[in-house]
């Protein structure tokens, strides 16, 4: 029961925004504080997302983590570095205030501005009954994070324009919007059956500490 509720406070803590620079509750990290080699994209803070704006309670684009998922992912930066290859990070520790927000987003059908780019074939309505986004996200207990591969190189994706058509996230490497990433079958955040089929449009790992 203790440890239970030490996890319940620092999520409480957590759930306070959080700004580039702040202190964290004890426990969880700033994934940069660990490995600033590691390439962060962190999608949600800015609006080239499924719902196209800043998610709310991402107030800036860091990674933040809990000290055990951040170790687990310096430990496989090292290996892909011998490789030459680099991991990026899209998604961290998720706000509860932002589960929330993606739920009112998809009750909402006049708001569809991406839909040609990461759900071009799913009716948003349905992207919780058919799992593709949760009520209670593993990402809000700081050991979840979606993420690719890039080459060693490679610092940051070319920023999306707005004048610029979307381009369907199931189309083939080439095709879709460029992340940089080896080819795992679908652009990140795809929300499509082919990301299900291909485990690839939500990449993500949940570190057990």
Known sequence: MRVRAGLVLMLLQLSAPVLAGSALPRGF??????????????????????????????????????????????????????????????????PKRAVDDFFQWSKDPTRAEMKAEFYPRTDKQNLFALGYLARRSAHSRGSTVDLGIVPGDFSSAPPSSPSQPLKACTSPKGERFEDGTIDFGTGYDCLDLRQTRMSAGRRYTTVKP
Request: net charge positive.
């Open 29 to 94: 990290v700033y994934l940069r504080d660990v490995d600033s080699t590691i390439v962060q994209d962190i999608r949600y803070a800015g609006s080239h997302n499924f719902v196209g704006r800043p998610i709310k309670g991402y107030l800036a684009t860091e990674c933040i983590l809990s000290v055990s998922a951040a170790n687990a992912l310096e430990k496989v930066q090292k290996m892909l570095a011998e490789k030459k290859l680099s991991l990026i990070v899209w998604d961290c520790y998720r």
